[in-house]
Nanobody
Framework: QVQLVESGGGLVQAGGSLRLSCAAS????????MGWYRQAPGKQRELVAG???????NYVDSVKGRFTISRDNAKNTVYLQMNSLKPEDTALYYC???????????????WGQGTQVTVSS
């Protein structure tokens, strides 16, 4: 069994910053790609940023230059540093990871429970 636990969401004024963290735990053999998604009310979930096991990153256009994704493989943790936040960044942010479990070597496409980010104008 593997799981992801997010932290770091909250309420911030426009122009402010937040840092999200997501830690994987359980019977982990390895973690492949990790990423952050978000879903605003009435909208579809979208990929915000992704990072491969080798550190290659990608971002949705709307956050380029403002958000930075990183990971600490020793801690099985992925981060999302969010700067210059805008009201349109308000959403429930979800962590996602492709985790290979020990013993079975089965791949689990795993989601966290979500953390709310609210940006006031």
């Amino acid at each position: 069994q593997v799981q992801l636990v997010e932290s770091g969401g909250g309420l911030v004024q426009a122009g402010g910053s937040l840092r999200l963290s997501c830690a994987a735990s359980g019977s982990i053999f390895s973690i492949n790609a990790m990423g952050w998604y978000r879903q605003a009310p009435g909208k579809q979930r979208e990929l915000v940023a992704g990072i491969t096991s080798g550190g290659v990153t990608n971002y949705v256009d709307s956050v380029k230059g403002r958000f930075t994704i990183s990971r600490d493989n020793a801690k099985n943790t992925v981060y999302l540093q969010m700067n210059s936040l805008k009201p349109e960044d308000t959403a429930l942010y979800y962590c996602n990871a492709d985790i290979v479990a020990t013993m079975t070597y089965r791949l689990y496409h795993t989601w966290g429970q979500g953390t709310q980010v609210t940006v006031s104008s």
